[in-house]
């Protein structure tokens, strides 16, 4: 079954919302088994919204349409709907006396144009709105063998009615069985290109389970999806699969599905029983603020120091002066002292010092804008890392925080 | 001019991403007179890419497409377009040399994959991408009178990529009469509602300028959209709006256009001459890392404290031990003693405690899931202020640190 989503509204077409709408709706129908290959953005105008759906109608089997069932004059969608099946429109009780109770229970002022949501395509099933006064609709043209369906255009609304209403629909009408699973191989530190490369014949080869890549902010997903007649056989699939491309990736996945990079380095320190302390300079403190943003992270960072000027550095962290002016702020010998420096004064098990120069200012002849030292001090010993990033200002924090994340990982893997 | 924005890749039809393109292409094309009628949606596919674009084709003079400009075998936009207006596909040179130097300053490996980034369709115009390895493409039919332009799909290379080519681009193609011109007043601490409220009869009221109000992250933007014959004119005019409604709103007025929370607090500190340090606790290091995205805010910002854990509270802040066994960690007076310890340990002008339960867990019979307390220290004395603030982790700590942001802002404008 095709699934064309049109999400209606000008406020979209002007670019003052983001849809959330869509990738919602994308996501549970494809959960459902439904392709979904078209969305379609068009404003509150009847002429173009009617070329639309006539449009989607070739070459979709459902339609979803979003948005355009409210009171006012410039909700169209229903009418245009109904026009496209030749049905009239009549006032559908119910749903009226519904309205009215709403208005009375908030104590709110009703006109005539409220009732406009109560008028309704002859021969749909009309979907109550447990979030608002819109209902939805329903219309199958089973000559045609199509399938319209019209949801309010509010987020909440629109959510409720699907998942209480549609979900239950679709199930009945289409007899939905099997299952489609998804899990994500969460990749950081090799190109988009050179993770394909390593499992080609992988993403070429399969057709159940199917592999993606996707790109995030710095981390490359690998997704394998997969379709079975149960969720147990969808699994087995997907396991099957993934123990023959996790030993070509092993080094690189930091975490599986909603597990973040943080939360993975939080993992580590909670099953090691190890706390940790960051001394950050060109970051600011959002390394600091990535690991506390999983809850329970109080258990394992006791506290970091954000030494931004040298000052701070030699102060409160204890990086020798000499060291600064002979080698530099921005220098391997400062981070180890920094990583050290933060390890002995918070008395934590792992010690962490980022220097580096985010710009756009502060560059010099040897050292350019994106230049970054990563140390790490603990039972391992100390290490430090050299890195040269692009990009802006908040680019080049980014990627540093990323890429100190993942060090401070990979180090908790050797102790 | 009648355009079309076709975005595509299979992760939007999943709906694993939210359509940030979209929405920015739509609100900039517009304010520069474009009208934006359909915004359609497709995978990675290569014969519904091709009919979604003979659609566009049909009811638009411009199509603007996103994605698919990347190295992998998925990213096929580029042969599509070229495919559709019969054009073969050849080596550009300059863009392969762009690529090598990429991949040569970065240090990264370089597959033969990066370099079918380089290959373009015969007699389109190469735009250079100054935030990644992927060109755009401009395609002219002077027949069919049509363009059509290919952008990248990362959000920042298409946000770059638009305003330094295809805005002159379209400029120059067009001449573009006229100007209109957009000021953004951004606003903190009221509600969209109030804010509306307060502004009602210039939004009602007015058709040029334009007012319209834009949530934001939390912040309310309120956007003056003037058309006139020339740049000039149209600044006159929205001076002119803005002379009255500034007034109404001056207190929650933090900044202008770009001028982000944490850079007008920056201005405020570089300004009157004055340093700052932060203790933070529920933040992790937000505030800090925020102060810290602006340039040249070493000059500033000389450090800060992360002090997650009690110990470091009492030993490296000076919060004395009693005060957190009698009034709790998340107390008014931890947070004021946090603001006076890290001033004084820093030696800075403005010193700032903040501390709260950013949750889920934490939460005692009288301190619930986001209470907060900051508190600020300086030449004005010592002030602390409570919110509860709802919501997840994530937007508790957000909500904390802009608000930091803002009693800062507004303690400056005290002294």
Redesign the interface.
């Known amino acids: 079954m095709i699934i064309e989503l049109v999400t209606t509204g000008t406020e979209?077409?002007?670019?003052?919302?983001?849809?959330?709408n869509?990738?919602?709706?994308?996501?549970?129908?494809?959960e459902l088994g439904f392709s979904?290959?078209?969305?379609?953005?068009?404003?509150d105008?009847r002429g173009?919204m009617k070329?639309?759906l006539e449009?989607a109608f070739k070459?979709a089997d459902i339609i979803i349409t979003s948005g355009g069932l409210g009171p006012t004059q410039g909700d169209i969608t229903k009418e245009v709907t109904a026009a496209l099946f030749n049905k009239p429109m009549y006032l559908h009780e119910a749903s009226a006396e519904q309205i009215k109770k709403f208005f009375a229970k908030r104590r709110l002022c009703m006109t005539d144009n409220n009732l406009r949501q109560a008028m309704m395509p002859e021969g749909a099933q009309i979907v109550e709105n447990t979030c608002g006064t819109a209902p939805g609709v329903i219309i199958e043209d089973e000559m045609a063998g199509k399938i319209i369906i019209n949801l309010p255009g509010p987020p909440r609304e629109l959510t409720a009615m699907f998942e209480k209403s549609i979900v239950p629909y679709l199930s009945s009408r289409f007899g939905l069985q099997g299952a489609i699973v998804s899990r994500v191989l969460r990749t950081y530190g090799l190109?988009?290109?050179?993770l394909?490369?390593r499992i080609k014949t992988y993403?070429?080869g399969q057709s159940n389970p199917t592999l993606?890549?996707?790109?995030r902010n710095g981390e490359i997903h690998v997704?394998i999806t997969a379709k079975a007649a149960s969720v147990t056989e969808a699994v087995r699939l997907i396991d099957e699969l993934e123990s023959q491309i996790h030993p070509l990736l092993d080094e690189y996945i930091f975490g599986i599905d909603e597990e973040t990079m943080e939360r993975s380095v939080g993992n580590l320190l909670l099953n090691k029983n190890l706390t940790i302390a960051?001394a950050?300079s060109?970051?600011?403190?959002?390394?600091?603020?990535r690991?506390?943003?999983v809850?329970?992270?109080?258990q394992y960072?006791?506290?970091?120091?954000?030494?931004?000027?040298n000052?701070?550095k030699v102060q409160?962290v204890g990086v020798p002066e000499t060291t600064i002016e002979t080698k530099g702020a921005v220098s391997p010998e400062t981070a180890e002292y920094m990583a050290q420096g933060i390890r002995e004064?918070?008395n934590t098990d792992i010690g962490v010092g980022i220097t580096g120069i985010?710009?756009?200012?502060g560059a010099t002849e040897n050292k350019p804008v994106g230049l970054v030292y990563i140390a790490i001090d603990g039972a391992a010993g100390k290490v430090c890392y050299e890195h040269?990033f692009?990009?802006?200002?908040?680019?080049i924090?980014h990627r540093t925080a990323l890429t100190a994340l993942n060090h401070i990982r990979r180090y908790l893997l050797t102790i």
């Open positions: 979209l077409l002007l670019g003052q919302i983001v849809n959330l869509a990738p919602f709706l994308a996501a549970r129908l494809n979904v290959l078209y969305q379609t953005t068009v404003g105008n173009r070329s639309v449009t070459r190109g988009e290109s050179a394909e490369e993403i070429l993606a890549l996707l790109a997704r960051l950050e060109c970051t600011g403190g959002l390394v600091s603020s690991i506390t943003d809850p329970g992270s109080s960072l006791m506290g970091s120091i954000v030494c931004y000027s000052a701070v409160q004064k918070l985010a710009g756009p200012d040269c692009n990009g802006e200002r908040a680019d924090k």
